[in-house]
């Protein structure tokens, strides 16, 4: 059975960091391109930073730009999120997902709230 | 950027009804788009792929069209457990991916 478990999220004061995890299982992790996609409370679902399978290539959206930084450890079939300088606007529950692949897979997500 | 507009941003409807949904790309993106259900508290579950391609286990009530800027999610009958919010998605410049704003779908 395929799964995506994320970890980490929680409360944190604005300007705080925040490390996020998502382990897979069930599938061919390394092989697998993935990304990291969040929902802030009520809203719409926003891509948030993409990986290659390798590693070698990354990509995020403006709004987290210089704050994020997205890794990988196929040896541990984990994809990381490293969040600095978090602001009240990154609160959203954040999703690991390959997205784009037949079948896509999704985790459950875990919940990030940014406040003093 | 890609931009993607979805219309309606919510919709009431009846078990039975048949609804479309719209999305509207600010780019032509090929047929690179796919459907999404979500339910509060899940993740999204894909509905469709490369515009219409009906993804395994889906219910045939759902379809997908369209290709180059504009798209549609069709529901034929609409059931009890279809109420729920839905979003399209482009890669069409992946991996810098776009969700439409998404489309409330309530019982009325």
């Known amino acids: 059975e395929v799964q995506l478990v994320e970890s980490g999220g929680g409360l944190v004061q604005p300007g705080g960091s925040l490390r996020l995890s998502c382990a897979a299982s069930?599938?061919?992790?390394?092989?697998?391109?993935m990304n990291w996609v969040r929902q802030a409370p009520g809203k719409g679902l926003e891509w948030v930073s993409y990986?290659?399978?390798?590693?070698?290539?990354?990509y995020y959206a403006d709004s987290v730009k210089g704050r994020f930084t997205i890794s990988r450890d196929n040896a541990k079939n984990s994809l990381y999120l490293q969040m600095n300088s978090l602001r009240a606007e990154d609160t959203a529950v954040y999703y690991c997902?390959?997205?784009?692949?037949?079948?896509?897979?999704w985790g459950q997500g875990t919940l990030v709230t940014v406040s003093s | 950027d890609i931009q993607m507009t979805q219309s309606p941003s919510s919709l009431s409807a009846s078990v039975g009804d048949r609804v479309t949904i719209t999305c509207r790309a600010s780019?032509?993106?090929?047929?690179?788009l796919g459907w999404y259900q979500q339910k509060p508290g899940k993740a999204p579950k894909r509905l469709i792929y490369?515009?219409?391609s009906l993804q395994s286990g889906v219910p045939s009530r759902f379809s997908g069209s369209g290709s180059g800027t504009e798209f549609t999610l069709t529901i034929s009958s609409l059931q009890p457990e279809d109420f729920a919010t839905y979003y399209c998605?482009?890669?069409?410049?992946?991996?810098?991916?776009?969700f439409g704003q998404g489309t409330r779908l309530e019982i009325k």
């Open positions: 780019q032509g993106i090929r047929n690179d």
């Open positions: 990986i290659s399978s390798s590693g070698s290539t990354i």
């Open positions: 997902a390959s997205v784009t692949t037949n079948p896509d897979y």
């Open positions: 490369a515009a219409s």
């Open positions: 069930g599938f061919t992790f390394s092989s697998y391109e």
């Open positions: 998605l482009q890669h069409n410049s992946y991996p810098l991916i776009t």
